[in-house]
């Protein structure tokens, strides 16, 4: 039994391409979500933007295209903070397909390092401690 | 008491713009994942591709902006059938922002209609009599 | 001989969605392109960004789709300012297909209303002057 | 002097997210645009769905993010095809900004591998002989 925090989504039409799929840039879209919602769920209902001087980048992604979701399928996104810095923490996301039967297959797996940095300067920045603490906490919670 | 459907959404960052808003296109991405539900609660689970030969598009689209939604607000997006033809059915749908305490505020309201077509020669065709029939009967189930 | 503002574009699998044709709300963005190189060629590099103090947004639009667009296409999207006030702009926008022959063809008409807005009062306010000059003056220049 | 293949892109206001910056997905968007370019500057006007049987698909994509482009930017994205597989391309991609005065500076930098697939049974697929032949003159034309 896995704990680890996901989300559930719906393909939409919008989501998808001339090739019949969904677009591949859009399973990034769908992570951040998860991200978003991860760290909702420890209490920081504003992620992106942190405060008027803090914000949250992707410094960068690393994802594997493994099969394809189609148009109205069913998808869990994960996201897991594996590692983390004070100015910078790394997710391991995955999407996964869940048929009708509750059986789940892996479309998509991905390590995304996201950054805090100054809103005006563009610099690199601490994230804020709480923030840190939450998702120490969270990762010491886990069951391996 | 309404009656309407309606769906619940988050505004992530993906739907806004520099403006610091979410960016006025979306406003129509929102509206068509609530007719797909809409659809989809009448029993119609792939309501953009309907069938190898039979596809729903957008024939027009008026919708006007009210006030702009920002990242992280709670959006309910309502989708009402007001007319059905063989061919066409027009919906009217709004955006409304709700607060913390429950209160509800206009954002956007369009009329979108949407029609029937053969995915190969992309001529008018009529929609499934089922379909339809689903949409007229929850029309005639609704309080006024 | 039109001597209306456009500008080209190229449909790419972005632009696209799983029933073989550019995802309808995009013809919004497409326009949007457009309006934004025709008030570059007026000399305002900065259209939807005005100022710290002025943005432009989109009050109202009026789409009616004819045909699709598909993958590769060769598109002209125009931009034609047809009514002015103090604290709005009314545009006519058509996307059409170009064929390799050069041949023409309609695929989306509409009337797009933007209007100023303070960035912090999110209240509507004049357009600056010289921006309401130019697009007065390109008018008179029009052929009709 | 570099005879490196790349396109000029504008950054619109549908490319930039609430924290007044290029949305980092859309750099991907841009490096297919790139890819694409290059293909058709190859004479495959249909890069993305090569014919009925054969579509193109990215199988991986590894980008950094150094700075952040911002609306109203003029960008240069490069597409270079650095090793060449029967069924698979990996291009070495990069996203820079070209200020007023002709300086450049590194944006984005991405190693993405596209590959070719059955679209009927989305297995691995060998690219066009001619495709694949075409990408390898072209990488021995190279100056390096």
Redesign the interface.
């Known amino acids: 039994m896995s704990d680890e925090f996901s989300i559930d989504l719906r393909v ?3 989501d ?6 969904v ?4 399973y ?2 769908f992570m ?2 998860a991200r ?1 919602e991860y760290l909702r769920s420890l209490g920081f ?2 992620p ?2 942190l405060s008027d001087e803090l ?1 949250t ?9 493994k ?2 979701a ?3 399928d069913a998808l869990i996104v994960s996201a897991k903070a594996e590692r983390t810095g004070s100015a910078f923490i790394v997710f391991r996301q995955q999407v996964k397909r869940r048929d009708e039967n509750g059986n789940e297959e892996l479309l998509a797996d991905a390590e995304i390092k996201i950054a805090c940095v100054n ?1 005006l300067t ?1 610099k690199p920045a601490r994230f804020p401690a709480e923030l840190r603490a939450a998702v120490l906490a969270d990762r010491g919670n886990e069951t391996e």
Do not use: F, H, M, Q
């Open positions: 939409y039409i919008e998808t391409d001339a090739g019949g799929v677009y591949y840039v859009n990034l879209k951040e979500r978003t209902p504003k992106a933007l914000i980048v992707v410094a960068s992604a690393n994802i594997d295209y099969k394809s189609v148009l109205d809103r563009a």
